[in-house]
């Protein structure tokens, strides 16, 4: 397990700091992509590792916020 990865062992004021930080990555790379596509300069490879980055952190947004908001029925 490499811990400083792992959610259970960070506190949940870490995880909201890094949880801003990744939402904006993601909206900064969605802006990146954007940009790219319109002016055709970047080739599809490059498209596509922003695009899969992109989604790596879609899913570490998504954990974090399942590890903050869990979702109890009551």
């Known amino acids: 397990m490499n811990a400083p990865t792992d959610l259970s062992m960070k506190t949940d004021d870490v995880l909201r700091?890094?949880?801003?930080?990744f939402r904006r990555e993601h909206r900064d790379l969605d802006e990146a992509i954007r940009a790219l596509q319109m002016t055709?300069?970047?080739?599809?490879?490059t498209l596509q590792?922003?695009?899969k980055k992109k989604l790596m952190l879609k899913d570490k947004i998504a954990l974090i916020e399942d590890r903050l908001l869990p979702d109890i029925i009551a």
């Open 17 to 21: 700091v890094e949880l801003e930080v």
């Open 40 to 45: 055709g300069t970047a080739d599809q490879l």
């Open 49 to 51: 590792r922003l695009k």
